[in-house]
């Protein structure tokens, strides 16, 4: 994100999609590990989640999406647009910053592969997002310096997911988010395993049906950390 061209024909270019997000940095790993371990240790069990927050909630959401639908914005954070962390500036740092920081697990939405849907990229609405610290006004998303405008940035990442290097490692992902890989035993050797309250197989919903606060607090939980999606595969 940080190159002056892409070269798509470099496989090195490429994420391995066989690693959840929360494993691409073996550094950042480690720590996860390391909070695993006490947390096996503490609870007398072998296989402690990894991860307690998730790769996709509505906050993620949000947070790249705020151009295009600003109104949900303030209706999830209660608050007004002054907190710069909460919403995407640059593509670059967002990715450094997923890449590096502890508790940072953000996958992309379908806009980021959608050439028809670029305004998420664009400040349309002229939307006073404050100043960054050289004093420069927020306005549409920084983009790579291989993107020249937005349209650009979207198209090649949608010719990179529809070529052949992602396409023969696309399997491995929907095995993480969707299919085998996605809990148990088989997440716990991935490093894809999450806090069990995250699976709705783990909910006791008859329980929050008659305790309206507990399904209250639930419900924030939910869409501050987030929820695995349903299974839909049980093999590889």
Known sequence: YYTPTLDLSNP???????????SLNPKKL?????????????AGIEEA??????YSTPTIIIYYLIRKAPSLFYRL???TYGT????LMSIPNTWSSTYSQFEELKE??????????IDFLLNLEGINFGKMHTGEAIDSVELPHWAHTPLEFVTKL??????????????????LIFGYKQDGSPAF????????????????WSEYSKDPEKYAAFKLCISQFGQIPKKLFTES
């Open 108 to 117: 992309l939405t379908p806009e980021f592969y959608d050439p028809d849907n």
């Open 12 to 22: 090195e270019n490429y994420r391995d999609l066989s690693k959840p997000v929360g």
């Open 158 to 175: 949608r010719t990179v997911l529809e070529g052949e290097q992602v396409s023969c490692q696309l399997h491995h992902w929907i095995n």
């Open 189 to 204: 050797t991935a490093n894809n395993l999450f806090d069990s309250q995250a699976y709705e197989k783990n909910v006791n």
């Open 49 to 54: 989640f990894l991860y307690g927050s998730m």
């Open 77 to 79: 954070q209660q608050t």
């Open 84 to 87: 710069k962390d909460k919403y």
């Open 30 to 42: 480690e720590l996860y590990k390391e909070k695993q371990r006490t947390i096996a240790q503490q």
